[in-house]
């Protein structure tokens, strides 16, 4: 490849820790070619090196600040496992999420003019649209760790022990430039709802709101909630933007059925599907497209049959039926 489009992939890479080995891995091989043995070797030499000091995965170049030990037993450290490649997305949240990376990677610009950058944000919709999975992607496609808090685990250890624990957690995603979530959000409102009486619980859900509203991340909070219109408006108001997941409609319905069976054969017309698709959720367009490649793997079949797609949405049918009688 032309040097000047290696040089263009490194800096595209910046952040993504694999995926700038791989483009130094390039650049040496290239070298390698051409004869240039002293400059690969020593250009390995400082690959290698950059290995033994920078952390692993998402951290990309940037050391990880030594975690608050207390905060264990309610953070945990994801390694996204999803980027943007995995995602349908309606065009307005592409463009909310565009706008929030632009001025992420633009915000010493911003700064200059006395302007912040959005970093608190919410995630509402209903289950399986996609809420915990743009979180993961978020975080990889900035190069940001990712740190999922445990709301129910913080809350009881809050009011058990010390009020230092929340404290420590902001405090280290105030310095360390992360993606800090907190997922199930309504695990809040709704201890905030049954506190009633119990004067501490309200007090400690109180402080982590006032928390919230306080803290300028280095990186971004993001919380995620599927009750989104039972959130009372003083949680709304602490978040810089909202960003709203729906149901896939039958445009997103063919887009997802597109993506899902981008890389197998079909022998199927996906739009005779979309209108017995209407109400399901990507997570269960997810399950079906997924049944159904199994099918036609079991049935060694070269490509996924019109009947093997049916048989795998009378599945989802039934236990979507069986879900929805539960809950009533
Ligand atoms: N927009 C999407 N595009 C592609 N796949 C999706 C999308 N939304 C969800 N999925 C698939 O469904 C799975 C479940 O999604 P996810 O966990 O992000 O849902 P959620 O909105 O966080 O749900 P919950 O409210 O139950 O936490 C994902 O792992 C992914 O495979
Ligand atoms: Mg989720």
Redesign the pocket.
């Known amino acids: 490849m032309a040097r000047g489009e290696l040089m263009k992939k490194l800096l595209a890479s910046y952040g993504r820790d694999e995926e700038f080995r791989a483009v130094v891995e390039q650049i040496i091989t290239d070298e390698e070619k051409k004869n240039n043995n002293v400059l690969a070797r020593s250009l390995r030499k400082t690959l290698d090196n950059i290995g033994h000091t920078a952390a692993p995965q998402t951290a990309g170049l940037s050391r990880l600040l030594p975690f608050p030990d207390e905060a264990k037993e309610f953070i945990q450290r994801i390694d996204p496992r999803h980027t943007s490649q995995?995602?349908?997305?309606s065009h307005e949240n592409l463009e909310q999420f565009v706008g929030l990376i632009q001025e992420f990677r633009q915000a010493d610009r911003l700064k200059r003019h006395g302007l912040s950058v959005r970093s608190k944000l919410l995630f509402c919709?209903?289950?399986?649209?996609?809420?915990?999975?743009?979180a993961e992607a978020f975080a990889a496609e900035l190069g940001l760790p990712l740190f999922h808090v445990r709301l129910d685990s913080l809350i009881s250890s809050y009011l058990g022990e010390t009020a230092s624990n929340i404290r420590k957690t902001f405090e280290f995603a105030r310095r360390q430039p992360c993606v800090l979530f907190f997922?199930?959000f309504d695990a809040l409102a709704r201890s905030r709802d049954e506190s009633g009486e119990h004067n501490e619980l309200r007090r400690v859900v109180n402080s982590l709101l006032i928390f919230i509203e306080q803290i300028a991340p280095s990186g971004f909070l993001i919380a995620?909630t599927?009750l989104d219109r039972h959130l009372d408006p003083a949680i709304w108001r602490r978040f810089d933007e909202v960003v709203w997941?729906e149901l896939p409609d039958a445009g997103m319905i063919r887009k997802?059925l597109a993506?899902a069976f981008k890389n197998t054969k079909i022998a199927f017309d996906p739009d005779a599907f979309i209108a017995e698709l209407d109400g399901f959720?990507?997570?269960d367009l997810?399950k079906v497209c997924i049944q159904a490649l199994k099918l036609s793997i079991l049935e060694s079949s070269k490509q996924v049959s019109d009947t093997q797609f049916r048989a795998a949405l009378r599945q989802a049918k039934r236990r979507r039926k069986r879900e929805a009688q539960v809950e009533s």
């Open positions: 995995d995602i349908v997305l919709g209903p289950p399986g649209t996609g809420k915990t999975l743009c997922d199930e995620a599927n997941f997802y993506h959720s990507y997570a997810e």
